[in-house]
Structure formats: structure tokens, C-alpha cells
Nanobody, 115 residues
Framework: QVQLVESGGGVVQAGVSLRLSCAAS????????MGWYRQAPGKQREWVAT???????NYAASVKGRFTISRDNFNNTVYLQMDSLGPEDTAVYYC?????????WGQGTQVTVSS
């Protein structure tokens, strides 16, 4: 059973940066895909960014150019660097992984951006 633990959320003012971390309980070398979703109050969960084993990265249009996803295979961790944060980025951010045909989710970390 893969466990994912997010960290790095917080309350910040608009314009600053945050870096989220997602630590996996085992090696991520063979995880087909890892990434982030987010869910704002009263809204559906939406995809944010993905990184694959081939180091391909993809981003939602709303965060492209501001967010950067990266993976550290040595430390079994995926990061989400979030720059130029705005109130619209306020949400619970969830890490996910796809491994051996199963989807795994973290418990989420809250990001609140005040204007």
C-alpha cells in the first residue's frame, strides 16, 4: 500500500511563493505518473500538474507559467513550486500517484492566499 504525505501548505499573501512536497512511502522510480490536484471550497477537484517517469510535465492552463512540478527519485518526493500566488489558488492540494494500475492519494494540504 503506497502512502503519500503532503506538506508545505499555509496561509500567504498574494504574490508570494510556496513549495508543496509529496513524500511517498516507497520508491517512485516506477510510478507511471505523479502529480497534483486541488479542490477549492464549493468546487470540484481539478487537475493541476503531472510528471511522468519520462520526466514529461504537464500543467493546467490556470497555473502554467506560475507552477513548476518536479520529482526527486532519490528522496521519493514530488514537489510543486507555486509562484505568483493569487486568491484563486486557494484550495486543498492533493498529491496523487499511479502505480501498478492503481491510483493513490494523499490526505491534502491547505493553501490559503489572501489578497
Amino acid at each position: 500500500q503506497v502512502q503519500l504525505v503532503e506538506s508545505g501548505g499555509g496561509v500567504v499573501q498574494a504574490g508570494v511563493s510556496l513549495r508543496l512536497s509529496c513524500a511517498a512511502s516507497e520508491t517512485i522510480l516506477y510510478f507511471i505518473s505523479m502529480g497534483w490536484y486541488r479542490q477549492a471550497p464549493g468546487k470540484q477537484r481539478e487537475w493541476v500538474a503531472t510528471t511522468t517517469t519520462g520526466d514529461t510535465t504537464n500543467y493546467a492552463a490556470s497555473v502554467k507559467g506560475r507552477f513548476t512540478i518536479s520529482r526527486d527519485n532519490f528522496n521519493n518526493t514530488v514537489y510543486l513550486q507555486m509562484d505568483s500566488l493569487g486568491p484563486e489558488d486557494t484550495a486543498v492540494y492533493y498529491c496523487y500517484a499511479i502505480y501498478v494500475g492503481r491510483n493513490y492519494w494523499g490526505q491534502g494540504t491547505q493553501v490559503t492566499v489572501s489578497s
